[in-house]
């Protein structure tokens, strides 16, 4: 099932902030990973196709490990599923011997071949998206001010957020009100 979000605008510090390379090269301590991910339908079935692989990195069945449904058209497939936290505090996909996302890993790496493995919520992070506005994420004390770009400055990048996360951007989103061409050419402050 192929299926996109609806986006209408994207606030301005999307293209004023700068990205960053990569979570895995940061210092920070997985902040992000201790709230537990809304994982749209599309990851979810693909969780479930790829179980064999998934489950013995988590130590439970997939089903487990989700708390509720919401129905919701800005998730791909229009549902997402609320994963659960792990006795560590952090989601239950985070892994237990390494820094980040047991799904991240496993996608990275190529075991999984499914981008869409990883829930579009992480794939997008810093950035999120509510009512077809993309911006920057800000929940629950999370700072504007990422730690991965705080905690190490060689990981930060000379594009801006949405130029490192275009690539994620395009996948998740049906932006046909907006110009793609005129947007890339945005100026970083």
């Given at each position: 099932m192929v299926t996109k979000i609806f986006l209408n605008?994207?606030?301005?510090?999307?293209?004023?902030r700068k990205g960053f390379n990569s979570c895995f090269k940061c210092a920070c301590m997985d902040k992000c990973c201790q709230y537990s991910a809304d994982v749209d339908k599309?990851?979810?079935?693909?969780l479930i196709q790829h179980r064999y692989i998934v489950e013995?990195?988590?130590g439970r069945k997939i089903e487990d490990c989700f708390s509720v449904i919401l129905k919701d058209t800005e998730y791909l497939g229009g549902f997402a599923y609320k994963a659960i936290k792990g006795k560590d505090g952090y989601c239950i996909f985070h892994s237990k011997t390494e820094k980040g996302c047991i799904l991240y890993s496993l996608v990275m790496s190529g075991i999984i071949q499914h981008r869409r493995l990883i829930p579009s919520i992480c794939r997008l992070y810093p950035l999120t998206w509510n009512n077809g506005v993309l911006s920057m994420y800000d929940e629950d004390g999370i700072p504007s001010d990422c730690e991965c770009e705080i905690t190490n400055k060689h990981n930060v990048s000379n594009k801006s957020l949405y130029q490192t996360q275009q690539q994620e951007i395009k996948d998740i989103f049906n932006m046909q009100l907006v110009n793609m061409e005129e947007l890339h050419k945005r100026p970083l402050i």
């Amino acid at each position: 099932m192929v299926t996109k979000i609806f986006l209408n605008s994207i606030n301005n510090n999307c293209y004023t902030r700068k990205g960053f390379n990569s979570c895995f090269k940061c210092a920070c301590m997985d902040k992000c990973c201790q709230y537990s991910a809304d994982v749209d339908k599309e990851s979810y079935d693909l969780l479930i196709q790829h179980r064999y692989i998934v489950e013995p990195y988590i130590g439970r069945k997939i089903e487990d490990c989700f708390s509720v449904i919401l129905k919701d058209t800005e998730y791909l497939g229009g549902f997402a599923y609320k994963a659960i936290k792990g006795k560590d505090g952090y989601c239950i996909f985070h892994s237990k011997t390494e820094k980040g996302c047991i799904l991240y890993s496993l996608v990275m790496s190529g075991i999984i071949q499914h981008r869409r493995l990883i829930p579009s919520i992480c794939r997008l992070y810093p950035l999120t998206w509510n009512n077809g506005v993309l911006s920057m994420y800000d929940e629950d004390g999370i700072p504007s001010d990422c730690e991965c770009e705080i905690t190490n400055k060689h990981n930060v990048s000379n594009k801006s957020l949405y130029q490192t996360q275009q690539q994620e951007i395009k996948d998740i989103f049906n932006m046909q009100l907006v110009n793609m061409e005129e947007l890339h050419k945005r100026p970083l402050i």
